[in-house]
């Protein structure tokens, strides 16, 4: 009978673990995603937020480790993933240079950088950023970690509608959609297409290495070379779902953090078979996705129309 | 007469690129504390010093001529395939299944060529499927192909923590090794395996076909102009496929090799960045095979490096992943460099040369 009941309260725990798993391995997807839709939005594709996760993981769990302030770690994960989306903005729109092309190399040069300065920080415990704890009411422990929210993924919420009205209502957001769509009538416009992009790459990977402070610095909470995998990378294929939309990629996140979240939550309850297949969840997930969302025969709705191109 | 002068910054800028490289690395170096000119002279001598260590390097060039083929293979057609490192772990692991399976009841040719096309097959169609995706469905292939990457590496654990692994294997999951009698030897004299010449092979076969026959000329065609090539009556699709087939399978090829000649059994080995060093070879060769096989050499060369910047000057071993993505960032660079530089104009100018591409700068166009 009470093997019986902890089952029960097993089997929630897999739910409950990935409701949680929704909000905490969404908030890098969350960032990340909205990171990569503005940049896509100016027209340029930046595959390398993959590095930018990483680099901005490894500063903020470093600054925040020498300072003992995780936010000031916030911070500076940002800045050093605008720092590398100077490198990207600038070197994807020489001519001839393919900018897919750029942000493999900065995925290989941004994880260098993390794995390379972010050496010593794998073994000691830096301050993490507070969470908002909104389980307190329980006595299920499980539920009380789950309900731990951190002030990063409400900022990250309050961000995606933000945005979604910078694109809609506001001068800058129509000068970022005109360079993405027609770089030709933004020329006419005189809109300058060089600095309208490398704003939205800066201010993309801006984001994109705050989504790495939130993998150091609330979950998973530690520094290691395998924390992020392939997060960045996926947040590519997450845009493309939602549509170049940020409520949507608002959305889409959250269902890939949930995805994320499925292994270990199976592993959580004592299901260790297939862990490490279960742990692929989301990238299978994206590839469906991809495959059931794409077309050969048409641009994707809602796409900027010079994505892509060498324009 | 095919002006000299364009081959030779064909030449001089990839060149010119990684030195430059190579001096961004040095600034990098300097500014963590290390003496530049110490570290460059223990990679020269990791890498390149002398015959024994020369081996060192030419036994990493070997899979990374492989791997590099899966993107430059399929770059002709204007597709930029990332999976190279998916298709590797596959092809390793396809290859280490059915050498088990033959090991014992077949003559070791049989059971080293059994795995070498396994590896071939598995990998091809694992890369195959990329290209199918990107012309049946629009899926962006850089992507499809990276996350086959992951889904890859998610195969290999779950195969060697679990269904295929050696319960001797402790600290190290791996599957049942391979016997000694069936692995790769030796190229007589040296340390390098056979794998080098298969590389070498495949390069070259690459290059003749993409550039000599009319399936590569086909390839090109569609790669320059998919409408015209519609037009011209060539079946894209296919074209896309087999392509993509074709560089998935060297792929499959070097896992093959990693597995048969220098591991002996499927472990996470397998995994550490063959695939990506192969990206960064197929663009710094601007995915001509011939060239990629020097590239190889280069790269190889500063893998082989790794261990001894660790030793002798504590440098983490993330220094070759930064030296890598610094090269490969000038490489990129350099593309936008062709056509500045008047010296290398069809008509000579009477100016004297501008400086040597080593120290591109934007200024010193017109």
């Known amino acids: 009978m009470a093997a019986e009941a902890t089952q029960a309260i097993g089997w929630w725990g897999v739910l409950l673990a990935i409701a949680a798993g929704t909000m905490r391995g969404g908030t890098p997807f969350l960032f990340v995603s909205l990171g990569e839709c503005l940049t896509e939005k100016s027209g340029k594709i930046n595959l390398g937020l993959e590095g930018t996760l990483l680099t901005g993981a490894m500063t903020a769990y470093g600054v925040s480790y020498l300072t003992g302030s995780p936010w000031l770690g916030v911070i500076a994960a940002g800045i050093a993933g605008a720092l590398l989306g100077v490198i990207h903005g600038w070197l994807s729109q020489q001519p001839r240079v393919n900018d897919v092309a750029v942000g493999i190399a900065m995925i290989i040069f941004g994880s260098g950088i993390a794995f390379f300065f972010g050496k010593p920080f794998i073994q000691p415990k830096a301050p993490q950023l507070p969470t908002i704890d909104l389980g307190n009411w329980s006595d299920i422990p499980a539920l009380q970690a789950a309900l731990q929210i951190t002030p990063l993924f409400l900022l990250g919420l309050a961000i995606a509608p933000v945005m979604n009205w910078f694109f809609r209502s506001t001068r800058w957001g129509l000068f970022v959609r005109a360079v993405g769509d027609s770089p030709e009538a933004a020329r006419a416009m005189g809109v300058s297409i060089f600095k309208v992009r490398m704003l939205s790459i800066i201010a993309g990977s801006f984001l994109a290495g705050i989504g790495g402070a939130s993998l150091s610095l609330y979950y998973p909470g530690l520094w290691t070379e395998r924390i992020s995998s392939g997060q960045g990378l996926m947040a590519v294929a997450l845009v493309i779902f939602a549509r170049w939309n940020p409520i949507q990629c608002l959305w889409a996140s959250l269902l890939f953090g949930g995805a994320q979240a499925l292994g270990p939550a199976l592993q959580s309850v004592g299901i260790k078979e297939g862990y490490y297949l279960f742990n692929a969840a989301p990238y299978i997930l994206t590839l469906f996705i991809m495959i059931f969302t794409c077309s050969s025969k048409k641009m994707i709705s809602g796409a900027p129309g010079a994505l892509g191109t060498s324009s | ?366």
Request: with cysteine; hydrophobic share 50%; aromatic share 8%.
């Open chain 2, 1 to 366: 007469m095919k002006s000299w002068r364009r081959t030779l910054e064909a030449f001089c800028l990839p060149f010119g690129a990684i030195l430059f490289g190579l001096i961004l690395f040095g600034i990098f170096c300097a500014a963590v504390g290390q003496n530049p000119l110490a570290v460059y002279g223990s990679i020269w001598k990791a890498g390149f010093g002398n015959w024994r260590t020369f081996q060192n390097t030419l036994i990493r060039a070997a899979p990374l001529m492989l791997t590099s083929l899966c993107t430059a293979l399929p770059a002709r057609l204007g597709l930029v395939i990332i999976g190279n490192e998916g298709a590797l772990i596959i092809g390793g692991l396809a290859a280490v299944s059915i050498g088990l399976v033959l090991a014992g009841s077949a003559p070791p040719l049989i059971v080293q060529v059994g795995m070498a096309i396994m590896g071939m097959i598995a990998g091809g169609l694992w890369i195959a499927s990329a290209g199918a995706l990107r012309h049946y469905r629009g899926v962006n292939e850089t992507i499809s192909s990276l996350l086959l990457n992951y889904i890859a590496i998610a195969l290999l654990n779950h195969l060697v923590g679990g269904p295929m692994r050696d319960p001797n294997s402790l600290n190290k999951p791996s599957t049942y090794p391979l016997p000694e009698a069936d692995m790769l030897s030796n190229i007589p004299g040296t340390r390098v395996h056979w794998g080098l010449l298969l590389g070498v092979i495949a390069c070259v076969i690459a290059y003749f076909l993409i550039q000599r026959t009319t399936f590569g000329f086909a390839a090109r065609t569609a790669g320059g102009n998919i409408r015209a090539a519609r037009i011209a009556g060539l079946s894209v699709g296919k074209l896309t496929v087999i392509v993509c087939f074709l560089g998935g399978a060297c792929a499959g090829l070097a896992g093959m090799v990693e597995v048969a000649a220098v591991q002996g059994a499927a472990n996470e080995s397998l995994n550490v960045g063959y695939g990506y060093g192969g990206i960064l070879v197929a663009f710094a060769a601007r995915h001509n095979p011939l060239a990629a096989i020097v590239m190889s050499l280069l790269v190889g060369g500063i893998l082989a490096s790794g261990g001894v910047l660790q030793r002798s000057f504590g440098l983490p071993d993330a220094t070759v992943l930064v030296f890598e993505g610094l090269i490969f960032l000038v490489v990129l660079y350099s593309d936008s460099l062709y056509g500045k530089f008047p010296f290398f104009k069809e008509k000579p100018v009477m100016s004297p040369p501008p400086p040597a591409p080593s120290a591109p700068t934007p200024t010193a166009t017109t």
